[in-house]
């Protein structure tokens, strides 16, 4: 339902300007359906442009469909606004957007995916321009529809929410991995329950930000990237998902560096 909603609002709204130059007339995908999807989910912007810039990494072929492991690095990029990664073919297309505010435009994490698919990172810059990389990755899929594995274990409510993290200041690498089901809603009598904010908090403010949707791997580990050095002191996780629970973790500065 959710595709084809987009599909038609793709149809119906043109995508981009065919007389700038600087858009292309192609997918590098070769994938129309694709090119629609996104500049849907971008919001219809003036401008896309597929730039090798904007790094994907990802496994040709997925091992795990509940756990796919992509890196985006877009720190070529100047001035990065926000990063928003997305599928082609997928019953949920957006797996994320990213923030990195005061961190480097990169992320690693982990999503679920339902079957072969194009993965791609569009990155906005501060004037509003979007440059897109991607990668293919193949998969027998069913990720998405599957009910999470955390309903396995009793005490799982008791851990629900808890973050374990660790930083590494020396080369500014910050890790979290929080107890959370991500149930996307497709399993049968299980609604959508996923965490949709997750903030990175430093004495003077917010400092990196995550929006999650429900393609997001259960138990949700992500790895934020900032200067050498820029860790100088502890960090608070906060967030909360779409039931109202609230997150609030502190990840401490190592004793020894």
Not at 59 to 73: G, R
Not at 127 to 155: L, M
Not at 175 to 185: E, F, K, S
Request: proline fraction near 8%.
């Amino acid at each position: 339902m959710r595709l084809a909603a987009l599909m038609i609002a793709a149809m119906a709204t043109p995508a981009f300007a065919i007389d700038d130059p600087k858009v292309p007339l192609y997918d590098p995908f070769r994938c129309g359906w694709g090119y629609l999807l996104l500049a849907n989910i971008l919001g219809y912007p003036y401008r896309i442009q597929f730039d090798d810039r904007v790094i994907v990494r990802a496994p040709h072929a997925a091992e795990d469909a509940f756990e796919v492991p992509v890196t985006i690095d877009a720190s070529a990029i100047a001035n990065v606004e926000k990063i928003v990664v997305s599928v082609d073919y997928g019953p949920i297309p957006k797996i994320l957007t990213y923030h990195p505010g005061e961190a480097e435009a990169r992320i690693s994490f982990r999503f679920k995916i339902d079957q072969a698919t194009p993965i791609r990172a569009s990155v906005m810059d501060r004037d509003g321009h979007w440059f897109v990389g991607g990668t293919e990755i193949d998969a027998a899929g069913g990720g998405c529809s599957a009910p999470a594995q955390a309903y396995a274990n009793a005490d799982w409510e008791e851990k629900l929410g808890e973050v374990r993290g660790r930083m590494w200041p020396e080369t500014g690498r910050l890790r979290m991995i929080l107890d959370h089901p991500m149930d996307t809603g497709l399993a049968d009598g299980i609604p959508v329950f996923i965490v949709e904010d997750l903030t990175v908090q430093g004495p003077e403010g917010t400092m990196a930000r995550v929006e999650l949707h429900e393609p997001v791997d259960e138990d949700p580990a992500l790895t934020l990237y900032f200067r050498p050095g820029q860790l100088s002191h502890d960090v608070q996780i906060e967030g909360r998902d779409n039931n109202g629970n609230e997150i609030d973790a502190t990840v401490p500065l190592p004793l020894t560096q």
